[in-house]
């Protein structure tokens, strides 16, 4: 179900840049893209979403291909709290509900 | 704001218990939903609701119930509780925005079925 692909895993040294691919070479015009992130026995937060430019906050960037084809979530400094499962996600809008569908993610290892 | 809210926080079940699982949100948001996480695995959608009155379902229905009687409160009911039915489940809120919303999760609640 889930229309987006990603690593299973990476890894990265703390204070480091991470960036984490995902692929989404069937989407639509009018999909946005979402990035959440779930720390280990939490609930998913948000982190970010885009439809055509970059964005950022204060958790993230998110680089979006110029064809949407695929994108990147970019931690500008990774900490220990960064640790978490990262889900890249395109919204359904199909019958009105904006339902989530979520994959298996990229675990994310973050070394001291 | 307390966000989102769910009891309990784990819970043991017996083949074919019933139970009902809460969820509230304080942030004034139209639309709930309900996931399912099985270990290692993505969430899977059970159930959502668009505004009180109004639900609908997602994924994987079979074996649960929903009812929106008011904004805040979102309950999940597991009627005949199996095996099958041991996860992690976890509430969410949005207030839609168009196609640029983002969801609120709870903390989850951890049950088993033995």
């Known amino acids: 179900d889930a229309k987006t692909t990603q690593p299973n895993s990476m890894e990265s040294n703390e204070e480091e840049p991470v960036h984490l691919p995902c692929n989404h070479s069937?989407?639509?015009?009018?999909?946005?893209i979402h990035w959440y992130r779930q720390l280990p026995s939490q609930g998913p937060e948000y982190v970010i979403h885009?439809?055509?430019s970059n964005v950022n906050n204060r958790m993230a960037s998110l680089a979006i291909a110029e064809d949407r084809k695929s994108s990147t979530l970019i931690l500008h400094r990774a900490t220990l709290r960064d640790a978490a499962v990262y889900y890249c996600?395109?919204?359904?809008?199909?019958?009105?509900?904006?339902?989530?569908?979520f994959g298996k993610g990229t675990k994310l290892t973050v070394n001291p | 704001n307390a966000g989102v809210t769910q009891t309990p926080k784990f819970r043991i079940l017996k083949i074919g218990q019933s139970m009902t699982l809460q969820c509230t949100q304080d942030?004034?948001?139209?639309?709930m939903y309900w996931y399912r996480q099985d270990p290692g695995m993505g969430l899977k959608l059970i159930y959502y609701?668009?505004?009180?009155?109004?639900?609908d379902k997602g994924e994987v229905p079979n074996g649960y119930n929903v009812s929106r009687s008011t904004t805040e409160d979102f309950p999940l009911r597991l009627e005949l509780a199996a095996p099958s039915q041991t996860s992690v489940y976890f509430c969410?809120?949005?207030?839609?925005?168009?196609?640029?919303?983002?969801?609120?999760f709870g903390p989850g609640t951890r049950l088993t079925v033995t």
């Open positions: 885009g439809l055509t």
């Open positions: 996600i395109l919204s359904d809008s199909q019958g009105g509900s904006e339902k989530l569908v």
């Open positions: 069937t989407i639509s015009g009018t999909d946005y």
């Open positions: 609701s668009v505004g009180a009155g109004i639900t």
């Open positions: 969410a809120s949005s207030f839609r925005a168009g196609r640029s919303y983002e969801q609120y």
């Open positions: 942030m004034n948001h139209n639309y």
